[in-house]
């Protein structure tokens, strides 16, 4: 790997996930973007062996981005890393063209063991992913999966987003959450990207108005 790509628009999470690659292949050469558009013009100037992306970005969704990589370079590998382990993001991105599906929730250790699956041409799959992948095929859970479908279209937050917007509109930091929930520092940034996203709000204070017509917080 010489040349890898990273497409995530939180910087935190967008550097961490540079040291991911660095870790995996210690020669290689990142670049480093935070929007869609920034993404596809990269890739008419810069030719890359590995892209890691996110799927939502502020200008689009990622699978953009996977498909015109795999169509503009066909040797490249592009990884999609996500907090989504559903099959709504995953059958989607696989169906774009990604050569593996990494959660962000994992450590890093694990995420680097995981890219340097595709040394021995194995595709990076986080466990849980590579189960769901398996069960689909085989059929399992078919009217499960349904019915949690039909579920997550009835209302505009999952659990984990509405516990996320809950907490933040109690006051608590990114480091409180984080440790409450037991999850990093970069899943939690990344679910409440998600929240703000999915609200359109951009601020501490427009999430806490929300949460309170919610009920989730006293006004």
Not at 1 to 6: K, P, V
Not at 185 to 191: C, E, I, K, N, W
């Given at each position: 790997?010489?040349?890898?790509?990273?497409?995530e628009d939180l910087p935190e999470i967008r550097a961490w996930l540079g040291d991911v690659a660095r870790a995996a292949f210690p020669q290689v050469r990142v670049t480093s973007v935070g929007r869609r558009d920034e993404a596809l013009r990269c890739l008419l100037h810069d030719t890359f062996d590995l892209a890691l992306i996110d799927l939502g970005l502020p200008d689009g969704t990622g699978l953009d981005v996977v498909g015109a990589l795999r169509f503009q370079?066909?040797?490249?590998?592009?990884?999609?890393?996500?907090?989504?382990?559903?099959?709504?993001?995953l059958f989607?991105?696989?169906?774009?063209?990604?050569?593996?599906?990494?959660?962000?929730e994992q450590p890093q250790d694990a995420l680097v063991a995981q890219l340097l699956r595709m040394t021995l041409g194995e595709p990076p799959l986080s466990p849980p992913i590579a189960r769901r992948v398996l069960a689909h095929f085989a059929g399992a859970g078919g009217r499960r999966q349904a019915a949690v479908r039909q579920l997550e279209e009835e209302v505009s937050l999952t659990a984990r987003e509405t516990e996320v917007l809950q907490r933040v509109a109690k006051g608590y930091t990114l480091p409180e959450i984080a440790q409450q929930f037991g999850?990093?520092?970069?899943?939690?940034?990344?679910?409440?990207?998600?929240?703000?996203r999915k609200l359109n709000v951009s601020s501490r204070a427009e999430a806490a108005l929300e949460a309170a017509r919610r009920g989730l917080v006293n006004p």
């Open positions: 790997m010489d040349h890898a790509l990273i497409v370079q066909p040797k490249a590998l592009p990884v999609v890393v996500t907090i989504y382990d559903d099959d709504e993001h989607p991105a696989l169906q774009a063209g990604a050569f593996g599906y990494l959660l962000k999850l990093s520092r970069h899943t939690v940034a990344d679910y409440i990207k998600q929240v703000y």
